[in-house]
């Protein structure tokens, strides 16, 4: 049984017979729907200020990327 089958025929039967508070159902459906830009709880925001502290690099010369001394 693969883990698909195993979501289908084991857990979402059991989550249909779960009854949430409506606070709580809300909150699953907006994972649900929004789960994609939701890692963890690492958001898109922390990503970029990540990346904003990355050196930058100066951009090679066209006499270093001819020679490939990059």
Do not use: C, K
């Amino acid at each position: 049984m693969n883990l698909t089958q195993f979501y289908e025929r084991v857990i979402q039967p059991a989550m249909d017979g779960v009854v949430l508070h409506p606070v709580l159902e809300q909150a699953r459906q907006y994972e649900m729907s929004n789960g994609g830009p939701i890692i963890g709880t690492v958001t898109r925001r922390d990503i970029a200020e990540t990346i904003r502290f990355i050196p930058q690099a100066e951009n090679p010369s066209d006499e270093d990327l001819d020679s490939g001394t990059t």
